[in-house]
């Protein structure tokens, strides 16, 4: 029999999200942190062991988060191509209320390319490559060829959100996921078709 799920650790991994939404993860330290939550450092030890514990909980926490959000998004009804999926997702993870957490993630994204967190590969960017060969193949492309696109639109949405992110430039970066809904659509026809 699988062990009870932590209540209490998993409290504190959304509070701890909460906070770092606000403040940032790069200056993360374990006493400031308990403070912040109204813990003791002992807590937060005891949930977590150490300041890397905590990071890579806070990190698989984050992942389950967004594997939870593409499922949810995917029970919707279905857009009517890939390109049309692809806008509305974008339109659905860029709404105000989901801006915080998506800078979090971004802030992460930079903080593991620059080698400055480690021994953690989020399973967030292979969720969303998923994500887009699952409904690349919906529509009739071939899986692996699939998977291939699915990795270049995967790199182009990220470019395009870390742009939106720090120029806030909408007019023009709408214009650029047009262009991208339209080869996603015409990509998948011609697929399909051969």
Request: glycine share 6%; no cysteine; proline share 6%.
């Amino acid at each position: 029999m699988p062990p009870a799920p932590d209540h209490r650790r998993t409290e504190l991994l959304d509070a701890a999200v909460t906070h770092l939404t606000e403040h940032g993860i790069a200056s993360l330290s374990l006493r400031p942190l308990a403070k912040a939550l109204g813990q003791s450092t002992y807590v937060l030890t005891y949930h977590f062991k150490d300041k890397s514990g905590l990071l890579a909980a806070v990190l698989d926490h984050l992942d389950q988060q967004e594997r939870r959000a593409l499922q949810t998004w995917t029970s919707q009804a279905p857009p009517s191509s890939p390109g049309a999926a692809i806008l509305a997702f974008w339109h659905w993870q860029t709404r105000p209320d989901a801006l915080p957490l998506l800078r979090l993630n971004y802030e992460i994204f930079g903080l593991l390319s620059s080698r400055r967190i480690s021994g953690h590969h989020p399973r967030m960017i292979e969720d969303w490559i998923g994500f887009i060969t699952h409904q690349l193949t919906a529509y009739g492309q071939e899986a692996q060829a699939a998977r291939i696109d699915a990795t270049l639109i995967s790199a182009a949405l990220s470019g395009l959100t870390q742009d939106y992110l720090i120029t806030g430039d909408s007019p023009r970066i709408e214009e650029a996921l047009a262009r991208l809904a339209e080869f996603t659509d015409a990509s998948t026809k011609a697929a399909s078709r051969g």
